[in-house]
């Protein structure tokens, strides 16, 4: 989403640097809309992790397949979608791949990912990737947001939540409620390219709640 420019600019990355542009205050707006499906992956009753699925909305995903789909074909094969990877989705490493697990008071996130891939169908992309979860044990909270607010992620409307896998005595369950003991505090005049994260609360920031999905087990 955030790109390095290389000699050879795809037209997202033109939209980009033309919006950098813009008064820092358009910041505080997300320009990207993304519905969120989560696909737990259980073994012996326990989480070991997760895929997540994201699906753009058109315009995004306009962009991304006149950008990367270079033969045209309708689909990304493997060197198209190591070019998404590479020049798209790479940089959200930045954002902490907009995916955050919370035990107690503490919120971490994947310090890397695995299994990416992009799919296409009728002008919709997807991304689908791997997020590691075999270290937590016990109880968690998981979401995903932007908290720069560029990007709009929302769960998906029908089948958000998913478990697969070998659920032992028990099958896990979830809640989706917003955490109001633990918020997120964001700055609306950041630019686009501003990766800070705040702690506390001080004056000129705002208040977010993140939705986070509780599962037990």
Not at 95 to 100: C, D, K, R, V
Not at 195 to 211: F, I, N, S, V
């Amino acid at each position: 989403m955030k790109q390095n420019i290389k000699p050879a600019l795809p037209r997202i990355l033109i939209i980009c640097i033309l919006l950098l542009a813009v008064p820092a205050a358009v910041w505080a707006h997300p320009h990207i809309f993304i519905s969120t499906a989560l696909e737990f992956v259980v073994k012996s009753g326990k989480i070991h992790g997760v895929y997540e699925t994201w699906t753009f909305d058109r315009f995004f995903s306009a962009d991304i397949i006149q950008g990367y789909d270079a033969n045209g074909d309708g689909t990304f094969d493997t060197a198209e979608i190591k070019d998404v990877y590479n020049n798209a989705f790479i940089n959200t490493r930045h954002y902490a791949y907009f995916t955050f697990i919370r035990q107690g008071e503490k919120r971490s996130s994947p310090e890397k990912v695995s299994n990416f891939s992009v799919t296409q169908k009728e002008g919709i992309v997807s991304y689908r990737f791997y997020v590691d979860l075999s270290c937590y044990t016990g109880d968690l909270y998981f979401a995903v947001y932007d908290y720069t607010f560029f990007c709009d992620f929302r769960y998906a409307d029908v089948t958000p939540i998913t478990f697969t896998g070998t659920f032992g005595s028990k099958k896990p369950s979830y809640t989706i409620a917003e955490n109001k003991k633990y918020p997120v505090y964001y700055d609306p005049f950041d630019t686009a390219e501003t990766t800070l994260t705040y702690d506390q609360w001080k004056p000129g920031l705002q208040t977010y709640y993140p939705r986070e999905i509780h599962i037990t087990y």
